[in-house]
Nanobody
Framework: QVQLVESGGGLVQAGGSLRLACAAS????????MGWYRQAPGKQRELVAT???????NYADSVKDRFTISRDNAKNTVYLQMYSLKADDTGVYYC???????????????WGQGTQVTVSS
């Protein structure tokens, strides 16, 4: 059974920073792409950033130059370092991983439970 567990969310003032982490646990054969998505109040879930197993990254235009996604393959963990946070960054942040687990022959998506990020203006 694979689980993704996020941590690091919280309340921060505009201009501040937070570092989110997501650790994948279980019998995992390999992890391809990992990423972060968020859902702001009144909006649908949107992509924030992704990172492939080779380290290639992709960012939403709204967070580029402020957020940095990284991963520690030895720990099956993905991070999201957020700087210069804005009120519009407020939302529930969800971790996503495309991975292959024991007993499977293909990769599938897994999701974390989400962590709340609130930025006060």
């Amino acid at each position: 059974q694979v689980q993704l567990v996020e941590s690091g969310g919280g309340l921060v003032q505009a201009g501040g920073s937070l570092r989110l982490a997501c650790a994948a646990s279980g019998i995992i054969l390999s992890i391809n792409t990992m990423g972060w998505y968020r859902q702001a109040p009144g909006k649908q879930r949107e992509l924030v950033a992704t990172i492939t197993s080779a380290g290639r990254t992709n960012y939403a235009d709204s967070v580029k130059d402020r957020f940095t996604i990284s991963r520690d393959n030895a720990k099956n963990t993905v991070y999201l370092q957020m700087y210069s946070l804005k009120a519009d960054d407020t939302g529930v942040y969800y971790c996503n991983a495309a991975l292959t687990s024991s007993g499977s022959y293909y990769s599938r998506d897994y999701w974390g439970q989400g962590t709340q990020v609130t930025v006060s203006s």
